[in-house]
T-cell receptor
Framework: GQNIDQPTEMTATEGAIVQINCTYQ??????LFWYQQHAGEAPTFLSY????GLEEKGRFSSFLSRSKGYSYLLLKELQMKDSASYLC????????????FGAGTRLAVHP | DTGVSQDPRHKITKRGQNVTFRCDPI?????LYWYRQTLGQGPEFLTY????????KSRLLSDRFSAERPKGSFSTLEIQRTEQGDSAMYLC??????????????FGEGSRLTVL
């Protein structure tokens, strides 16, 4: 299988930085996505990593280490609206580019 | 609005009834996926279409579930003889198969099914 593991819940303070980790099985790995999902809404794309390293996009950055089967999503200058579930998803060969999702990390941002 | 649209957004039905959901993908997208999501979990893959061909079905998809994409545009997901365990959000997503494309999936708002 391609188990995608991420913490269930995290809390952080407005204005702070939070890192959400994700691990996956490396066999057949083709790329790693992060999606944000607010309660009752559709997942929306945040980032994509296929090569090792850090991809920065505004307040959000995503890191990938292919050899370690590890990724993280870094959220800076947290805002209340960042309270949501963050879904780590892997793309694996032989799967018609379908994404295998983790259970999601529910982030609560407090004042 | 040129995003993925799903209909109905909410469906409440009694156990044993049949339900059908519709998905209209982004118009130029040739790949279409159905996922199921329950509370506190990530989306689980159900099935995949490339144009009108259904190329992959998850083992999660029992024979009570059937999906079609007759003309390679919209898709339907039908659940026959619904069970309470079918209660979930059914998400449709589409993407474009192209050499330069990352394979990013664009999701619809989902169809929430409640089976009483």
């Amino acid at each position: 299988g391609q188990n995608i593991d991420q913490p269930t819940e995290m809390t952080a303070t407005e204005g702070a930085i939070v890192q959400i980790n994700c691990t996956y099985q490396t066999s057949g790995f083709n790329g790693l996505f992060w999606y944000q999902q607010h309660a009752g809404e559709a997942p929306t794309f945040l980032s994509y990593n296929v090569l090792d390293g850090l991809e920065e996009k505004g307040r959000f950055s995503s890191f990938l280490s292919r050899s370690k089967g590890y990724s993280y999503l870094l959220l800076k200058e947290l805002q209340m609206k960042d309270s949501a579930s963050y879904l780590c998803a892997g793309m694996f060969s032989g799967g018609y580019n379908k994404l295998i999702f983790g259970a999601g990390t529910r982030l609560a941002v407090h004042p | 609005d040129t995003g993925v649209s799903q209909d109905p957004r909410h469906k409440i039905t009694k156990r044993g009834q049949n339900v059908t959901f519709r998905c209209d993908p982004i118009s130029e997208h040739n790949r279409l996926y159905w996922y199921r999501q329950t509370l506190g979990q990530g989306p689980e893959f159900l099935t995949y279409f490339q144009n009108e061909a259904q190329l992959e079905k998850s083992r999660l998809l029992s024979d009570r579930f059937s999906a079609e994409r007759p003309k390679g545009s919209f898709s339907t997901l039908e659940i026959q003889r619904t069970e309470q365990g079918d209660s979930a959000m059914y998400l449709c997503a589409s993407s474009l198969l192209a050499g330069y494309d990352t394979g990013e999936l664009f999701f619809g708002e989902g169809s929430r099914l409640t089976v009483l």
